[in-house]
């Protein structure tokens, strides 16, 4: 089982530009996730999704927009790349939403210049 | 809203013994799952112990056990024989049982152990 795959692992993009961060996973999982993770911040959710066609926008979404067209992707999609989304991104998978746990990406390191 | 607080940025130990790390965490809901997670630098998010809020007896996984005290709302990990693999971020978290569908991580303890 690969589990919950991530793509790239590192970027840098300048500003203003665009990409897709990929995340698919393999397990069946209905519930999807992606967080950021800043320095000392600890991690926070950007967007998150609870099955094919369902997103929601979780703490910090502004700059980000995501998509839920089948049970395995859930891509993040930044739009004009700005410095402050310099970060880690995570993608994780969970079968349900309590008392599972959640599977994590290795994480797209983002740098904006 | 569920906030979840580490208080300790870092912490050092030395080999074989024992550590503690502190979460407190706030929200109004009866019904709810803390998580402990540990990240090492290759950066994997690795699930280390999982607690429901409706059991009082605590968790525990090999070397690893919580001491949850609900009334407190504190969530704490005890690593005991600690080892170098034991070197990671650790992140405690929280997640309702209600409607709110947000895992909620607290800022990170960067945990080193000695040799």
């Known amino acids: 089982n690969a589990g919950v795959t991530q793509t790239p692992k590192f970027r840098i993009l300048k500003i203003g530009q665009s990409m897709t961060l990929q995340c698919t996973q393999d397990?069946?999982?209905?519930?999807m996730y992606w967080y950021r993770q800043d320095p000392g911040m600890g991690l926070k959710l950007i967007y998150y999704s609870v099955g094919a066609g369902i997103t929601d926008k979780g703490e910090v979404p502004n700059g980000y927009n995501v998509s839920r067209s089948t049970t395995e992707d859930f891509p993040l999609r930044l739009e004009l790349a700005a410095p402050s989304q310099t970060s880690v991104y995570f993608c994780a998978s969970s079968y349900a939403r309590v008392n599972t746990e959640a599977f994590f990406g290795q994480g797209t390191r983002l740098t904006v210049v | 809203a569920q906030t979840v607080t580490q208080s300790q940025p870092e912490m050092s130990v030395q080999e074989a013994e024992t550590v503690t790390l502190s979460c407190t965490y706030d929200t109004s809901e009866n019904n709810y799952y803390l998580f402990w997670y540990k990240q090492p630098p290759s950066r994997q998010m690795i699930l280390v112990i999982r607690q429901e809020a409706y059991k009082q007896q605590n968790a525990t996984e090999n070397r690893f056990s919580v001491n949850f005290q609900k009334a407190a709302k504190s969530f704490s990990l005890k690593i005991s024989d600690s080892q170098l693999g034991d070197t990671a971020m650790y992140f405690c978290?929280?997640?309702?049982?209600?409607?709110?569908?947000?895992?909620?991580f607290g800022k990170g303890t960067l945990l080193t152990v000695n040799p």
């Open positions: 978290a929280f997640i309702g049982g209600g409607s709110n569908y947000k895992l909620t």
């Open positions: 397990m069946n999982h209905n519930y």
